[in-house]
């Protein structure tokens, strides 16, 4: 059955995926979470005892773009598979390192665009805010999987120049944190950045893009839900999973938390190649995320960035899976199939 829950087939005992979790302060043990991450291709073949013949390609494509998995992630993927749906995500493979007419270095041209040295950029009504480089998760179809993080600007100074085009704006309403992962900042500084934002009066919402709810659910603590909950911005949270088994209980019990905090919380996927590209893995995606009252938003087709040539779908395939999806599915849990098109203002829908 494609829903497979995680508790479902041969999954690693939980000692080794979840920590207790025991009387560690909110902050501490997502951060302890993070740092204990498997970032060893030999590390993560001991713990999944996946076939060794595929190691050597691992530790290469891991020099192009490092591994990096929560163990609760992996404690999510089925023992031995190296064709789990979710490792296959997140697995560094031998394909990575073959050309695909089309896949660049830097698909999206955003080399040379303000919000990829860290800046503000403005669409219609919308600002968006590249709050840090670093992500919890390394997923090997990611757009930005050569983008020069390190040069990314420190410290107070760009956020507080961010904060100032923002206050001089009065046609933007939103404010988006991406990343990288916003929520891998500590949620100190978050907050305050946060405050700053509420102090802006014609901001109405701060909008989160974040796939730590979803690969570390312990990141989603008192700490950062009550400062969540307490700003005058309405919240909205964007999380990232892109097949049922990501949904877990603590996933779950994760999107519950920051609906109760006064979220509005959705999800958006990426149209990949032996992972979702089935309408029975898609539907089983909309309907475990409707069990946790996330509302999928946006599908969208892979960005063609160089290494993930192997993850790509044409698009009259997916514009046909759509449409199976809506002969089956309420509309509220059909997502919306886009492309990201260089220098457009927004996404590209998809027609089907
Ligand atoms: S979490 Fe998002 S930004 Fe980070 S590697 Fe995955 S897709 Fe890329």
Sequence with gaps: MEHA?????????????????????????????LAEAIRDPQE???????????????????KLFPLLIPRGFAALMQVGNLNDPLLRQVVPLAEESQAHPGFVRDPLRESGAGHAVGLLQKYQGRA???????C???CRYCFRRHFPYADLPRGRRWWSDAMAALAADPTVSELILSGGDPLTLPDSQLAALADDASAIPHLRRLRIHSRLPVVLPERVDRAFLSWLGASRLRPVVVIHANHANEISDDVTAAC???????????????????INDRVDALAALSEALFRAGVLPY?????????????????????????????????????????????GAASKVPIPW
């Design 44 to 62: 993560l073949w001991r713990v999944l005892d996946l076939p060794p013949a595929a190691l050597p390609a691992a530790r290469s494509s891991a």
């Design 136 to 138: 919890a998760v390394h």
């Design 298 to 342: 946006y599908l969208h087709a892979l960005d063609r960035v160089e290494g993930a040539g192997h993850f790509q779908i044409e698009e009259g395939t997916a514009a046909g899976l759509v449409r199976e999806m809506a002969a089956r599915l309420p509309g509220y849990l059909v997502p919306k199939l886009v492309r990201e098109v260089p």
């Design 128 to 134: 968006l805010l590249v709050t840090t480089g670093a």
């Design 5 to 33: 829950s995680a508790s479902e087939g041969d999954t690693l005992a939980s000692p080794i995926g979840r920590a207790s979790g025991g009387d560690e302060p909110d902050g501490a043990r997502w951060q302890r979470l």
């Design 256 to 274: 519950r938390r920051m609906l109760e905090a006064g979220a509005v919380v959705l999800n958006q996927s990426v149209l990949l190649a032996g």
